[in-house]
């Protein structure tokens, strides 16, 4: 394709050349009135000539320049990309061998401890919780895992119903009491005025896993405070979010945590945990549902996570 262009403009350039070679000359001949004349003219033609020449040929060379360091630029861009990935993989990769571990280590630990005659009925039925609790989340570790992988592949299905706002929440509410309530947090639930009749378009269990993920990372990142949940009409959309009161993000983490393998920080990882694909996976499913999702946070003060998805004005097809 590219040869066939230039093919083309120096095809065009030699007919505009070869018209002016044949023609010039019978217009300055027209013109001048003596040798000197003709002489003057014919020093003006070359010079002409070769400006235009020039001109092209310096377009020509800068428009190739140009398209060259963009390769260059784009080729950096895409190493650096590739390099940050890579690093991102092999920190997640040996953050999750800590993730997967530790549950299972606990729950290995506690069930051995079934057979020593040492412990009483009470003390086993704590052993059956830690057990229980350590199984949870494992399954949840492997749930992430298989959704970033499922995610990744296009073969999540989402399946939406018209969903009643107020009601959704107030049935989450009760899961979220519990979580709140084992972790002391105080839990706000902020419904608007009228907002009995606001429905949102979504996939139910998939809405509800972006608001485990959310309020999960609420009370994880809060170590003393309160968590609020609520939503609000915006036009043709209906936002949601989770407010917590916890650490709250740096500017220079707030644009990537939402990207796969992404923790905030070392340090802060081990410390609260996580596998860094909680938000990744939220972020995906609510654009698959038609909405977006973002946060505003201070560090020391908390953060808002807002998330937004089509209200249901009627008859979806």
């Known amino acids: ?138 399954l949840s570790i492997i749930s992430d895992i298989l959704d970033i992988s499922k995610l990744e592949s296009g073969e999540i299905e989402i399946r939406k119903i018209k969903i009643n706002a107020q009601k959704f929440i107030s049935n989450m509410m009760e899961q979220f009491l519990l979580q709140t309530d084992r972790n002391k947090h105080k839990l706000i639930v902020t419904f608007p005025k009228n907002s009995e009749n606001v429905f949102v378009f979504a996939d139910v269990d998939r809405l509800m896993q972006v608001f485990n993920n959310l309020v999960a990372n609420a009370i994880k990142f809060t170590p003393n405070g309160s968590i609020e949940i609520g939503y609000q009409p915006k036009g043709q959309m209906v936002e949601f979010y989770v407010k917590d009161t916890g650490i709250g993000i740096s500017d220079e983490y707030r644009n990537k945590i939402f990207e796969r393998f992404m923790q905030v920080e070392a340090d802060s990882t081990r410390k609260y945990g996580g596998n860094g694909l909680g938000l990744a996976i939220s972020k995906n499913l609510i654009e698959q549902m038609g909405g977006e999702i973002w946060v505003e946070s201070t560090c020391g003060e908390g953060s808002t996570f807002y998330f937004t998805l089509p209200a249901f004005k009627g008859k979806k097809i």
């Open 1 to 138: 394709m590219k040869n066939r262009i230039a093919l083309k403009i120096s095809l065009i350039y030699f007919f505009i050349g070869s018209l002016w070679i044949l023609f010039s000359d019978q217009f300055i001949l027209s013109r001048a009135g003596s040798g000197n004349s003709i002489t003057v003219l014919q020093t003006y033609k070359g010079w002409f000539f070769i400006g235009i020449t020039a001109i092209l040929l310096f377009l020509l060379i800068r428009k190739e320049i140009i398209r060259k360091s963009e390769i260059e630029q784009n080729l950096i861009k895409a190493k650096l990309k590739a390099e940050e990935s890579d690093r991102l993989k092999s920190a997640f990769l040996s953050n999750m061998s800590h993730e997967v571990r530790t549950p299972l280590n606990s729950i290995m630990g506690f069930s051995e401890l079934f057979n020593d005659a040492d412990y009483d009925e009470d003390q086993k039925k704590k052993f059956t919780q830690h057990i229980i609790r350590n199984g949870n989340k494992l």
